[in-house]
């Protein structure tokens, strides 16, 4: 960059230094400003794009804007330049722009507007976006070289080097601005990947016993099993006369029959007079005895 390139930039970046002191008078004073009537206006969209007229206040006039449209399902950058002398923009977005949008405008890190927008065509509707011959006004005349911004500094009562200009620049640490606005949700993140396995938790606690649950339902009759083998004949017991000779007793198979005769038990008691019996059917007549022997005379 050469000496005059140089000088040119400084004395840019100076003028608007002093610009925007002058316009604004501090940070605290642009914040405080949002109180102020504000408007979005929108004309008839063409091929995509959309005429757009942004109204601020003529204390933003000079600053580099950058305009966002917010929507249902997405945000994005439509548009940016320099306000006018009166704090307004005209531009055409580079997407379509539509009633119940929401505009917001934004200068470095400040939102200056957080509006939605109106159906109405703003004033000046010839402004159609993808024709700009209209809008191309007559090359000016070229303007006197301006003095260099350390030239100005030092004409306003500085004294010092170039190195000590730049210092100059640099203001002194401002307050911690207060706290901005909520910003709107922002767009779903696409699903993150798989986390590695955690380690093995340790054991809880038992649990309180449940209540106990209501009887199951009778399980249907199972089908019948299959006949099993039979079995091995068992080996012969023991006669009762050999379990009487086991249990200490002696002699002959009589004696063990006889030995099974109890004694003669006591007289039972007389029995109930029995009823009477039905009368006998008549017996058959007996014979015709023989004749009697005469007797004597």
């Known amino acids: 960059m050469n000496t005059t390139t ?6 840019t970046s100076f003028a608007a230094s002093i610009l925007l002191a002058a316009s604004f008078g501090s940070t605290a ?71 119940g949008d929401t505009v917001v405008v934004v200068s470095g890190q400040t939102v200056l507007m957080k509006k939605g927008v109106s159906g109405d065509d703003f004033a000046g509707s010839q402004y159609i976006c993808g024709d700009t011959t209209s809008l191309q006004g007559a090359t000016g005349a070229t303007g006197a070289t301006g003095a260099s911004a350390y030239d100005t500094w030092i004409n306003l009562g500085h004294s010092g080097t170039e190195a000590d200009f730049l210092a100059s620049l640099q203001g002194a640490q401002g307050e911690t601005g207060a706290t901005g606005p ?79 005769q109890g004694q003669q038990g006591d007289p039972g008691i007389q029995g109930a007079q029995g009823q009477q019996g039905e009368q006998g059917q008549q017996g058959v007549p007996g014979q015709q005895g023989e004749q009697g022997v005469p007797g004597n005379t």
């Open 29 to 99: 004073a642009f914040a405080n400003s949002r109180g102020l009537q504000k408007e979005v206006l929108i004309g008839a969209s063409s091929g995509g794009r959309t005429p757009v007229a942004i109204k601020l206040d003529s204390q933003f006039a000079g600053k580099t804007v950058t305009v966002r449209v917010v929507t249902s399902d997405h945000r994005a950058t439509i548009g940016s330049g320099i306000l006018n002398s009166l704090g307004n923009i005209y531009f055409c977005s580079t997407r379509e722009v539509k009633a």
């Open 182 to 260: 909520q910003g709107e949700q922002g767009v779903q993140g696409n699903q993150g990947d798989q986390g590695i396995q955690g380690d093995q938790g340790l054991q809880g606690e038992q649990g309180v016993q449940g209540v106990a649950g209501n009887d199951g339902t009778n399980g249907n009759n199972g089908r019948d099993g299959i006949d099993g083998t039979n079995g091995t004949n068992g080996t012969d017991g023991q006669s009762a006369y050999d379990i009487w000779l086991g249990q200490g007793n002696t002699g002959s198979a009589a004696d063990f029959l006889a030995s099974l």
């Open 6 to 11: 140089r000088k040119r930039v400084l004395a």
